[in-house]
C-alpha cells in the first residue's frame, strides 16, 4: 500500500512528536493525576493500612483551618506585593536601558547577575546580611533601633516583607530584561509620529508605548506571577513558614504536610489548590489586559 505524500509527512511529524508527548504524560500529567487521586484519601504514609477515601474533606479542610488560611493569605500578600513592586521598577529599568548603548549593554549584564543565582542560595546569603548579631545589614540596624532587636527576619510584622524585598531584588531584572525586550520591538515610526506631532514624553508613554506594551506586561505579569505564588527554595532556608507562621505558604505547607508529616492525602490537595489559584490567577490577568487592551486600542 502507498501513502501519500502528506500522508507519510503527517506519519513522520506523528513520530518525531511522540517521544516528547509520552515524556510529559510520564513525568507530569501521571504525577498530576495521582495527585488528584491521592487528596480524595486521608492517606498517610506511616499508616498506609488506614488509608480511607475522604471525598472532598482534605479540601474543606484546607479552606477551615486557620494555620491553612493564614498560608493562602500569606501566598496571596507575597505574590501580588512584590509581583507589583517588581512591575513597576522593571518597567523603570526597561525605560531607563531602552537606549542601545555600549554603557546600559554592560549595565544590564550587571544587572541579570541576580536573577542567575538559585533562590535557595539568595535566601541563605540574606539570612546572613540580615542577621542581627552578625550580618552585615542587620547588626547595624539593631544597633540604631531599626526594627526589632531580634532581627527583621524574626519578627511576624517585618519577616514576610524582607521577603518581598528579597524576591523583588532576584527579580525585578528578569521583569525589566522581558520589558526591555518589549520596548525594542514598539514600531519607531509611531514613536516618531508621536514626537513629531508635538506629544511629550508623558503623553507619548501614556498614549502610544503604555498600549503597545500591554502584550509584554501581561507576560511578564504571568511568569512571574506562577513562579511567586509557588515560592518555597527563599522562604525555607530564611524563616522555615516562621515566626508563628507569619510566612508560611502553601508550597511550605505542602511540603510540611507531604515530606514532614508524611500526610499525603491532605498535602495533595494542597497543591491542586495551589494549581487551581495559579490558573484562575492567570486567567484574571488574561481578562484584565484583554479588557485594556480592548479599551485603549479599539480592537
Keep these: 500500500m502507498r501513502y501519500s505524500f502528506s500522508d507519510r ?34 492517606y498517610n504514609l506511616l499508616r498506609p493500612a488506614r488509608t480511607k477515601f475522604v471525598g472532598f474533606q482534605n479540601y474543606i479542610d484546607i479552606f477551615s483551618d486557620p494555620s491553612t488560611q493564614k498560608a493562602i493569605l500569606n501566598t496571596f500578600q507575597f505574590t501580588i506585593f512584590s509581583v507589583g513592586l517588581q512591575l ?4 523603570g ?9 555600549r554603557f546600559n549593554r554592560i549595565v544590564l549584564a550587571f544587572l ?14 540574606f539570612k546572613a ?17 531599626i526594627g526589632p532587636r531580634s532581627g527583621l527576619m524574626t519578627s511576624g510584622d517585618t519577616a514576610l516583607w524582607m521577603l518581598i524585598l528579597i524576591d523583588c531584588w532576584e527579580w525585578t531584572p528578569l521583569m525589566a530584561l522581558i520589558l526591555l525586550a518589549g520596548l525594542k520591538a514598539l514600531p519607531n515610526d509611531v514613536l516618531e509620529a508621536g514626537r513629531v506631532d ?3 514624553a508623558w503623553q507619548r508613554f501614556r498614549m502610544l508605548i503604555l498600549p503597545l506594551m500591554l502584550p509584554s506586561v501581561f507576560l511578564a505579569l504571568t511568569l512571574r506571577s506562577m513562579d511567586a505564588f509557588r515560592v518555597f527554595d527563599t522562604i525555607f532556608v530564611t524563616t522555615g513558614g516562621g515566626p508563628d507562621d507569619a510566612t508560611n505558604t502553601l508550597m511550605m ?24 489559584f495559579i490558573a484562575l490567577m492567570a486567567t484574571v490577568l488574561m481578562l484584565v489586559v484583554r479588557r485594556a487592551d480592548v479599551r485603549i486600542n479599539g480592537k
Design 88 to 91: 513597576v521598577f522593571g518597567f
Design 198 to 200: 508635538g506629544a511629550t
Design 112 to 125: 541579570l547577575i541576580p536573577a542567575t543565582i538559585t533562590p535557595l542560595v539568595v535566601g541563605l546569603i
Design 9 to 42: 509527512r503527517r506519519f513522520f511529524l506523528f513520530f518525531m512528536a511522540a517521544p516528547a508527548v509520552l515524556y510529559v504524560a510520564a513525568i507530569g500529567l501521571w504525577p498530576l493525576g495521582q495527585g488528584i487521586w491521592y487528596s480524595f484519601y486521608r
Design 129 to 145: 546580611l540580615l542577621g542581627a548579631d552578625y550580618g552585615l545589614i542587620g547588626y547595624f540596624l539593631s544597633e540604631a533601633g
Design 253 to 276: 505547607l505542602g511540603v510540611k504536610e507531604g515530606l514532614q508529616f508524611f500526610n499525603v492525602g491532605y498535602a495533595s490537595a494542597v497543591g491542586n489548590v495551589t494549581l487551581l
Design 93 to 101: 529599568l526597561a525605560l531607563l536601558l531602552w537606549r542601545d548603548s
